[in-house]
């Protein structure tokens, strides 16, 4: 069998997807770098052919995301927007699904595997340990949507400004015991939204006990679901632990709660008010107060800015963070008057 590109890459010590930008003049690669790849070519006596060139240009036409909870709506609406934007240019998606946060790293290993992509978009991972290994290793551009890490471009919603929105709209409403509805405390999009709320309510004198914050981990979409919600309230009601507002940190485990309640006979928002986080579509129909985060405009902006990545590599790390705003809907009461 004879040389191909991936023994060049191995050779060199870079990625194939460098080895093949290097065959396809692509202004990326750095003159040392391109020296290197070059030279150890003809020194194993590659031979670039038609077919293989065209495989190569193929493979670094592929953009590769890494999404946990693949199918929680959030994702989807990102997604869109990000293949939306995506339609008019000459890439294809590559999505790699990961169930848990636990598994974000083999599926990260998947993507950067023999220049599989041309650049990587992680999704609502924390950046740190073993994921931060892999990507600083890997000469791949490289986007955290809905997360950061300082050495990466990123794009996130405000999350903690969002939590402190819904603390101060239910303490406008005249709120005295709230509650909070978590999902995994692991997710920095959750972890975020719970600090901006505790925060609020610490300022206004409020205690936030351990008894009215539900920590939801565990089941699929790490806590992200209508059943997390749904358990949570329940708990909350038979705890003796009966808040007059609950702030969710998605609007998936806001809908659950709300059925709890509704089960249970409990007045929404006359005797509890509830805020979710995301504004999902489903959420305008079902009437629910939430922190709206632009996911269409945020998967397009994550697009670019990978394009804007590749074309510039020595570019300064560049942060997009939208900001929240809270939609009322019937899930609350009207502010009091200041």
Known sequence: MGITIYDIAEAAGVSIATVSRVFNDNPRVSDATRATVLEVAERLGYQPHVSARSLARRQTETISAIVPMLSNYFYAEVLKGLQDRMSASSFDLLVF????????????????????????????????????????????????????????????????????????????????APAVLMANPHSIPASHRM????????????????????????????????????????????????????????????????????????????????????????????GLTTLRQPMHEMGARAFDLLTERMNKPAAAVAHTVFAPTLVVRQTTREAIPA
């Open 195 to 286: 600090e901006g709320f505790r925060s609020r309510m610490q300022e206004a004198g409020l205690v936030l006990p351990k008894e009215r914050v539900i920590v939801s981990s565990t089941g699929y979409h790490d806590g992200f679901n209508e059943q997390s919600g749904f358990e949570g309230m329940t708990k909350l009601l038979r705890s003796g632990q009966i808040p007059d507002a609950v702030f969710a940190t998605s609007d998936v485990q806001a809908i659950g709660a709300i059925d709890a309640m509704r089960q249970a006979g409990v007045d929404v928002p006359g005797q509890v008010q509830v805020i979710g986080f995301d504004d999902l579509p489903i959420a305008r129909y079902l």
């Open 97 to 176: 699904s990961a169930p848990t946060l636990d598994e974000i790293e083999g599926q990260v290993e998947k993507a950067l595997h023999r220049g599989r992509s041309a650049g990587v978009m992680l999704f609502s991972a924390p950046v740190r340990g073993e994921l931060e290994r892999q990507l600083q290793r890997s000469d791949l551009p490289v986007v955290l949507v809905d997360c950061y890490h300082p050495g990466f471009d990123s794009i996130s919603t405000d999350n903690r400004r969002g939590g402190e929105i819904a603390a101060d709209y239910f303490l406008s409403t005249g709120m005295t």
